[in-house]
């Protein structure tokens, strides 16, 4: 079986959506209709979308989405197999989150310096036929690879504390582990983090 990965651009809107709508939650899932825009999704846009009219409500973030990749706002990752998208990993430079910046998320930023240059790993969706087939493993390792070459100092993801199952978008701490991350216990949960080396380093 042959996975491509690709970083997502703004030419793949189709595609992610197509994923989103058709494939990445065809097991029943009740994470269905979420398009990965919830670390952008702030209380603003959750009372915007209560004023719409009920019919219309499920596909406001489905269009945030479209617009998020768009103007290149969602980042990541995008696994390819038979040409179609089978799984994603939403990754971005971390002071891109809502969610994870330091005033809502203070202890993700333990032991980092202010200046560091982190990329997060917020989620992981593979297409529930393609799971155990190395597809969030290899989005891991091409995150692991973009962030060497892009100068980021740490690459971190956001494992479930626990015993990992299918709906803990976040990956398992094991995942990480083989990939040489360090699982870092901060309030609340743990931080998978990988500090990448620079080219002179051995």
Same mark, same amino acid.
């Given at each position: 079986m042959n996975i491509e990965v690709k970083k997502l651009d703004s030419n793949m809107a189709d595609e992610y959506l197509t994923f989103f709508d058709q494939r990445a939650f065809s097991d029943g899932s009740a994470e269905k209709g979420c398009y990965c825009v919830w670390h952008h999704w702030t209380d603003k846009h959750e009372q915007e979308r209560s004023l719409m009219p009920e019919n219309e409500r499920p596909y406001r973030k489905r269009n945030y989405a479209k617009e998020l990749i768009r103007n290149g706002t969602l980042n990541g990752f995008a696994a390819f197999c038979e040409e179609q998208i089978v799984g994603f990993c939403n990754a971005d430079t971390k002071d891109h989150y809502f969610r994870l910046s330091r005033e809502n998320q203070p202890d993700s930023w333990i032991d980092v310096n202010e200046n560091d240059k982190i990329l997060a790993i917020v989620c992981f969706i593979v297409a529930p036929d393609m799971r155990r087939k190395g597809v969030a493993k290899?989005?891991? &390792?091409?995150?692991?690879?973009?962030?060497?070459?892009?100068?980021?100092? +740490?690459? @971190?993801?956001?494992?479930?504390?626990? &015993?990992?199952?299918?709906?803990?978008?976040?990956?398992?701490?094991?995942? +990480?582990? @083989?990939?040489?991350?360090?699982?870092v216990d901060v309030p609340g949960g743990i931080i998978a983090r990988k500090k990448m080396k620079r080219p002179q380093e051995p």
């Amino acid at each position: 079986m042959n996975i491509e990965v690709k970083k997502l651009d703004s030419n793949m809107a189709d595609e992610y959506l197509t994923f989103f709508d058709q494939r990445a939650f065809s097991d029943g899932s009740a994470e269905k209709g979420c398009y990965c825009v919830w670390h952008h999704w702030t209380d603003k846009h959750e009372q915007e979308r209560s004023l719409m009219p009920e019919n219309e409500r499920p596909y406001r973030k489905r269009n945030y989405a479209k617009e998020l990749i768009r103007n290149g706002t969602l980042n990541g990752f995008a696994a390819f197999c038979e040409e179609q998208i089978v799984g994603f990993c939403n990754a971005d430079t971390k002071d891109h989150y809502f969610r994870l910046s330091r005033e809502n998320q203070p202890d993700s930023w333990i032991d980092v310096n202010e200046n560091d240059k982190i990329l997060a790993i917020v989620c992981f969706i593979v297409a529930p036929d393609m799971r155990r087939k190395g597809v969030a493993k290899a989005l891991l &390792e091409c995150a692991c690879q973009y962030a060497q070459e892009n100068g980021y100092d +740490y690459v @971190e993801g956001y494992p479930s504390k626990g &015993e990992f199952v299918v709906n803990n978008c976040g990956g398992s701490a094991s995942m +990480y582990m @083989e990939q040489g991350f360090e699982i870092v216990d901060v309030p609340g949960g743990i931080i998978a983090r990988k500090k990448m080396k620079r080219p002179q380093e051995p």
